[in-house]
């Protein structure tokens, strides 16, 4: 940021000693182009107060440990790692679908790089939306949370999640523990009996085909504008031209 400053302290002195026509209109946009600069520099710095709480959050965790990077281009990016597995700024768009109709029922995006807080957030989204909460949520293993399987139960819908495996004490996911609420044990019984392995089958059928429509048919893949809400203006036009096409292809219009 003080680079950034100094260099359009630095062209606004040039600017007022040479007002010349010939270079006004060259003047004119290095300055707007240092003061957006500046400008985004600052946000970027703004940044900081927030990441201090994710740092603190994993301070018991050395290895997610790393450098804090905030990009000057767009400050409420996030340094993610991407499909092609490099990293660079991102957001994180999450979409529901019906597994019924395959019509996008939940659309928002954010700037964390996990998953597994965004169950909760997304449940809010439905209901704000369609104005029903679902009875059953069905999602990958990114999100899988106990806190959130435990807030989901207590609205009264049951998750369909894959376990993660306890890496320390090589513990059955499937199985009961001692230490589970009602909450944690009926999701596990759910994940281990032949229902839930059934529906669990229909999380690639019915997400992938979507975002597999979306990036390829709809450009939803890279993002050419910036901040979390023109991010999500452009994530709500895919999804709306995505239903609308999707309803006469079916022929439900």
């Known amino acids: 940021m003080a680079t950034a400053r100094k260099h359009l302290a630095q062209l606004e002195a040039e600017t007022a000693q040479d007002a010349s026509a010939g270079s006004a ?37 050395p290895q997610r440990q790393t450098a ?3 990009s000057t281009t767009d400050p409420a990016a996030r340094v993610m790692k991407l499909a092609n597995g490099g990293f660079g700024p991102a957001y994180n768009l999450q979409l529901a679908t019906d597994s019924g109709s395959r019509l ?5 995006n954010s700037n964390a790089g996990s998953d597994s807080q965004q169950l909760a957030p997304m449940l809010d989204e439905i209901t704000r939306r369609t104005a ?9 293993g990114g999100y899988m ?45 759910r994940m281990g009996s032949a229902q839930g392995k059934e529906i669990d089958k229909e999380r690639a059928a019915t997400a992938e085909t979507v975002n597999a429509d979306l990036k390829t048919w709809r450009g939803l893949d890279r993002l050419l504008v910036r901040g979390l809400g023109k991010v999500l203006i452009v994530a709500t036009w895919s999804a709306l031209t995505y239903n609308l096409l999707r309803s006469i292809r079916m022929g439900w219009l």
């Open 132 to 140: 029903a909460l679902p009875r059953q949520h069905l999602a990958d």
């Open 104 to 108: 996008l029922v939940g659309v928002f």
């Open 68 to 70: 804090t990077r905030i």
């Open 145 to 189: 949370n106990f806190a959130a399987v435990e807030a989901a139960a207590a609205r009264g819908v049951e998750v369909f999640c894959p376990p993660r495996e306890n890496r320390t004490y090589h513990i059955d996911p499937l199985t009961p523990q001692p230490g589970d609420s009602a909450a944690i044990a009926a999701y596990r019984q």
């Open 25 to 61: 209109r060259h003047r004119a946009a290095a300055l707007r182009a240092a003061r957006e600069y500046e400008e985004r520099c600052q946000r970027a710095v703004a940044q900081f107060a927030q990441l201090d709480a994710h740092k603190a959050a994993a301070k018991n965790h």
